[in-house]
Each structure stands twice: as C-alpha cells, then as structure tokens.
C-alpha cells in the first residue's frame, strides 16, 4: 500500500441495499475525511475523524456513517442506499486538522438504481 | 451562509499566462488552499496561503487578501498537462474545509 486506497473503484447499487466504502491510509495521519463529489458541486464533507476513536459530522451527513477503529482504515457505510446518493466518494488523509495538506484517495464511484 | 465562488471554465493558450480567481464569504478564515483535479482522478495539492501575499512555487503562484475575501492561482508557461480542474477551498472557523465548484482550465495549442 502506498499513500490512500479506496474500494471499490465502482459499484452499481440497488435502493434500499447496505453498502461500505472502505478507505486505507499507511501515512499515519491523525486525520481522515469523506467527501461526495458531484457535477457542478464542490466537494461537500460527509464525516470526518480527527484521531482514531472519534468522528464527526460534516456538512451533509445524513444517510452515511463512518467509524475510525484504528489509524489506518476509515469505512464509510450507507444503511440504506437512495438514488441520491449517486456521486463520486473520496476519502482523505491529512496528519493532523485542516490546515495540513488532504492527500485523497482515487475515488468510487457510486450508482444507486 | 458560506459560500466559495470561482468561474466555472476558462480557456487559455500553450505558453501563456492565466489567472484563476477565487471569491470567500466564510465564517472565520484558517487559510486557503489551492488543488488540481485531471479529469476523473482525485484532487492534488498545490499551495496554501493563510497571509496577505503572494506565495510562488515554481510556475505556479497564490494570492491572497484576508481583507477583500480573495484568492488567485496564477499559472505562467501553460503547458498542456495543466488542462485540469483547480479547487479553491477556506479553513472555516471549525477548521473544516469548504470548498468551491472549482474551474475547468482548457488548455488550446
């Protein structure tokens, strides 16, 4: 592993099916984020986790949820896909806070059907 | 509310010169950030400015006036691997990023 991972690359969903998008960082960064991307949008934080243990609520959280059991792996988890939910999903890394540089991962693109 | 605005496609010549603005209306203000974004592959960073000032790095440069809420990105010897996508994006009071809809830079011979 070098830097971030992200998978799947992509993932075609039904609405209504439970789905993870798993996220792995080997950088040891305190910090890690999700973000959606969408057409003609900037990129809007989902959560975020500052440390390993503790997470928060970003800008547009409902739907998703996340945990952060250790360092390095950071799942986003959607309980019950809707087709709004259809975007592109990045995850990210920095060492500490939001005055350090996001190293992102390569993104997964998700539809929901 | 906060809002970040930059235009949304500009278009420029190989070995020119183009600048890239950026508008911020945030609650609080912990710097400015700067990414490139190719099409269909995850956003880079490229500069972070919290002072009044221009920061140089390489052939690119950013400018930032606290007082005014505004930023640019300068790119100088366009080249055209700089066709890309360029984010601005401001560290709000909670530290958390904002961040704009970003600029499609298209790059012609």
């Known amino acids: 592993i070098a830097g971030i991972t992200q998978a799947p690359t992509s993932q075609i969903l039904a609405a209504g099916r439970r789905m993870t998008l798993r996220c792995t960082q080997d950088?040891?960064?305190?910090?890690m984020y999700w973000y959606r991307q969408d057409l003609g949008l900037g990129l809007r934080l989902i959560h975020y986790?500052?440390?390993?243990?503790?997470?928060g609520k970003g800008e547009v959280p409902d739907g998703y949820s996340v945990s952060r059991a250790n360092t390095d792996d950071f799942p986003l988890t959607l309980a019950s896909a809707v087709p709004s939910q259809t975007s592109v999903y990045f995850c990210?890394?920095?060492?500490?806070?939001?005055?350090?540089?996001?190293?992102f991962g390569p993104g997964t693109r998700l539809t929901v059907l | 509310g906060q809002n970040i605005d930059q235009p949304t496609e500009m278009t420029a010549t190989e070995g020119a010169i183009v600048q890239i603005n950026c508008t911020y209306q945030?609650?609080?203000?912990?710097?400015l950030f700067w990414y490139q974004q190719h099409a269909g592959e995850a956003p880079t960073f490229l500069s972070y400015n919290v002072l009044d000032g221009l920061e140089e790095k390489g052939r690119f440069s950013s400018f930032l006036s606290r007082s005014k809420g505004y930023s640019y990105l300068l790119l100088k010897e366009l080249q055209m691997k700089d066709s890309a996508s360029y984010l601005c994006?401001?560290?709000?009071?909670?530290?958390?990023?904002?961040w704009g809809a970003g600029t499609k830079l298209i790059i012609k011979p």
């Open positions: 950088m040891r960064h305190n910090a």
């Open positions: 986790s500052n440390t390993a243990g503790t997470t």
């Open positions: 994006a401001v560290s709000d009071s909670n530290y958390q990023l904002i």
């Open positions: 990210a890394s920095s060492e500490s806070g939001a005055l350090n540089e996001q190293f």
């Open positions: 945030t609650s609080g203000f912990n710097g």
